[in-house]
């Protein structure tokens, strides 16, 4: 079953932009940190962006300035803009959220089946 349903990825120029969104359920989405990840061709994924249930952000050295993560609690979503994309944004980028067992520990990662971000002229 699909947890974490991801959109909006897409074949852009250098400079261009593109949002991606992340959906989930409310019981996964509240109260939780949301990130996005990325995986290039043959490299490891890496964190891009993340934002707490409270709104505080953290991202990668490489995409400051540039994206912006941001998340909407009524609808479950989370998003990133991407803007002045380059070639070295090339990739598929997941989102992830934390999975907690009945006793409310962390018990490992719910993850979305991601979304190609080609940037090339």
């Known amino acids: 079953q699909v947890q974490l349903v991801e959109s909006g990825g897409g074949l852009v120029q250098p400079g261009g932009s593109l949002r991606l969104s992340c959906s989930t359920s409310?019981?996964?989405?509240?109260?939780?940190?949301m990130g996005w990840y990325r995986r290039a061709p043959g490299k490891e994924r890496e964190l891009v962006a993340s934002?707490?249930?409270?709104?505080?952000?953290n991202y990668a050295d490489s995409v400051k300035g540039r994206f912006t993560i941001s998340r909407d609690n009524n609808k479950n979503t989370v998003y990133l803009q991407m803007n002045s994309l380059k070639p070295e944004d090339t990739a598929v980028y997941y989102c992830?959220?934390?999975?907690?067992?009945?006793?409310?520990?962390?018990?490992?990662?719910?993850w979305g089946q991601g979304t190609q971000v080609t940037v090339s002229s």
């Open positions: 934002i707490t249930s409270g709104g505080s952000t």
């Open positions: 409310r019981r996964i989405f509240s109260n939780n940190a």
């Open positions: 992830k959220a934390p999975r907690f067992d009945s006793r409310g520990y962390y018990s490992g990662d719910y």
